[in-house]
């Protein structure tokens, strides 16, 4: 199960995720991003209330990285030390922005 909570102002989209984030959610919040990402230059992740994310979230979040380094900067807050250690081993920590 994934709550996703979106909120954006001018051109600054936050989204809040609660939940998991693996293969069956992932669509999910793919799907959101795909339209959600148009005219945004600041994209603002907050995880303070994710349990868990797969390689297919991972996927989703590199995707969206990839869109925002073309338009702007992505920031992810708030990951729990288990989510800072995937995105570690990963390698993801080199490319994404974790604070």
Avoid: C, H, W
Wanted: proline residues 1%; aromatic residues 6%; without cysteine.
């Amino acid at each position: 199960m994934l709550g996703i909570n979106k909120d954006k102002v001018d051109s600054t989209l936050n989204i809040e995720l609660e939940g998991r984030l693996d293969t069956t959610t992932s669509p999910e919040l793919e799907a959101e991003l795909g339209s959600a990402l148009d005219g945004v230059t600041e994209l603002n992740f907050d995880f303070a209330k994710l349990d868990y994310i797969s390689s297919a979230g991972l996927r989703v979040l590199l995707a969206a990285q990839k869109t925002m380094n073309k338009q702007g900067s992505m920031v992810i807050r708030n990951a729990s030390d288990e989510i800072r250690e995937i995105f570690d081993v990963t390698g993801f920590s080199d490319i994404l922005t974790i604070e």
